[in-house]
């Protein structure tokens, strides 16, 4: 019989840090596109890239995290591999905001 895999601690932690990265990420670029658009982004430019910034680090953190758990032994890598995934998302939503918020301005 093959040894039961256990889930990964590291793969949760980055699967919580992936959701994380993309919600907020997510957020924070549809708040920043309306202000844009309406025309407060002067007003609340500074809070939204810092916010941004964090979040994106959020995504990197679970990025390190997930590369790390993959290389365990004994684990599932269902959740590593999706947690990954996740926050590579959460930092490309980020560049992509950026872009094209510095495009438009």
């Known amino acids: 019989m093959p040894p039961k895999q256990e ?3 590291l793969g949760n932690a980055s699967l919580v840090l992936g959701i994380a990265a993309v919600s907020l990420v997510f957020g ?3 708040c920043s596109l309306t ?6 982004i ?3 430019a500074t809070p939204l890239l810092i916010c941004g910034v964090s979040s994106a680090f ?8 997930g590369v790390v758990g993959m290389f365990g032994s004994h684990h599932r ?3 590593t591999v999706i947690g990954t995934i996740l926050s590579m ?3 490309c939503m980020f560049l992509f ?4 918020l510095g495009a438009g301005a």
């Open 35 to 40: 202000g844009v658009q309406q025309g407060w």
């Open 89 to 91: 998302m959460g930092m």
């Open 28 to 30: 924070i670029g549809i």
């Open 42 to 44: 002067g007003l609340a």
């Open 7 to 9: 889930s990964s601690s």
């Open 77 to 79: 890598k269902r959740t």
């Open 58 to 65: 959020l995504g990197f953190l679970g990025m390190c995290l």
């Open 97 to 100: 905001f950026l872009s094209v």
